[in-house]
Nanobody
């Protein structure tokens, strides 16, 4: 069973940092590009980081570029998201998944991990 389990969220003040983790299982993790996504109530889910299968190429939307860093450990089937200089608008539930073609994803969405940025 293909599965992603996210963890590491919490409550943090603006300007603070958090490190999210994503444990993957049930598929050859090292062969897939993986993305971090986030969703806020009432808004569509958006991607916030992507990393190629070997970790060689990382991309971010402008909204988080320079503040978020994605990494992976292919030996441990783990994905990470280091989030620095957090802003109020970063508050969301964060998910990881492997995009395929179009809108198709490798797995169903996991439970995600809640990140709340608040004074």
């Amino acid at each position: 069973q293909v599965q992603f389990v996210e963890s590491g969220g919490g409550l943090v003040q603006p300007g603070g940092s958090l490190r999210l983790s994503c444990a993957a299982s049930g598929f050859p993790f090292r062969r897939y590009l993986i993305k971090w996504y986030r969703q806020t109530t009432g808004k569509e889910r958006e991607w916030v980081a992507s990393i190629t299968s070997d970790g060689g190429v990382r991309n971010y939307p402008d909204s988080v570029k320079g503040r978020f860093t994605v990494s992976r450990d292919n030996d441990k089937n783990m994905l990470y998201l280091q989030m620095d200089s957090l802003k109020l608008e970063d508050t969301a539930i964060y998910y990881c998944n492997a995009p395929l073609t179009g809108t198709l994803l490798l797995a169903s969405w996991g439970q995600g991990t809640q990140v709340t940025v608040s004074p």
